[in-house]
């Protein structure tokens, strides 16, 4: 039976790569005459975005701060896959799926401080770059 639904998945999976893939242009190096889109993208995802850059002391302290908040967003992500883990392995105790919960629960909160507060400072520091700029 496993045998059987591996050879299904195996099947599905190579459809999947043979007819759904997109195919790119890896030598394409100007970006402006896609109308700029692939630098719109770029910046939406946070790349060269203009936040944290330069060498001002606001781009620095932004660049701390951008970094700092990516590292707490990973701690959070942890504390959510550990409270997964633990719930999986709580084996119907109630003491420990509530353990568990509690911890998936204040994780997320955690993240979604943690976003806003990314969200906040990068607000601010743009605001900042253009004013002084």
Known sequence: ??????????????????????FCNAQLKDYSGMGGQANKTAETAGFDSGVGGGDAIG???????????SILGIIFL????YGGYKWMMARGSEQEVEAAKNIIQRAIIGLIIIVAAYAITAFVFTGLEDAVQ
């Open 1 to 22: 039976m496993f045998y059987k639904y591996f050879k299904l998945s195996l099947f599905v999976f190579f459809i999947n790569i043979l007819f759904f893939t997109n």
């Open 59 to 69: 781009g620095i302290i932004a660049s701390l701060i951008k970094a700092f908040l």
């Open 78 to 81: 942890i504390l959510v896959i």
